[in-house]
C-alpha cells in the first residue's frame, strides 16, 4: 500500500476539507507539482486552479484554490488559500 498523506485545505475564512490521502497535485508558480508520501520539505506559492486530492479508498476530491501557499512536511501537506472551495 502506497504512503499516506495528513492533508488539510484552508481558506481565509474555514478549513475546507481535511484528511488523508496517498497523492496531492497542485498548481503553483513554478508549475504543477505532485506529492506522495516521503516528499521532501518543499514550499510553494499557489497559482490559481485545482488542487487534486486522492484519498487511499481511491476517491478524488477537487478543490479551487488561489492566492496562498502550500507546505509539505513530514508526510503533512498543508495548503492555505484567500480563497479555496471544493468543486
Same mark, same amino acid.
Given at each position: 500500500m502506497a504512503g499516506i498523506l495528513q492533508v488539510t485545505v484552508v481558506s481565509a475564512t474555514a478549513e475546507v476539507w481535511s484528511g488523508e490521502a496517498t497523492m496531492v497535485v497542485a498548481r503553483t508558480t513554478e508549475g504543477e507539482i505532485g506529492i506522495l508520501a516521503g516528499h521532501e520539505p518543499t514550499l510553494g506559492v499557489l497559482a490559481a486552479g485545482e488542487v487534486r486530492?486522492?484519498?487511499?479508498?481511491?476517491?478524488?476530491?477537487t478543490a479551487k484554490a488561489e492566492d496562498g501557499?502550500?507546505? #509539505?512536511?513530514?508526510?503533512?501537506?498543508?495548503? #492555505?488559500?484567500?480563497?479555496a472551495e471544493i468543486i
Open positions: 486530492i486522492t484519498t487511499p479508498s481511491g476517491e478524488k476530491v501557499f502550500l507546505s #509539505v512536511d513530514n508526510n503533512q501537506v498543508t495548503i #492555505v488559500a484567500g480563497l
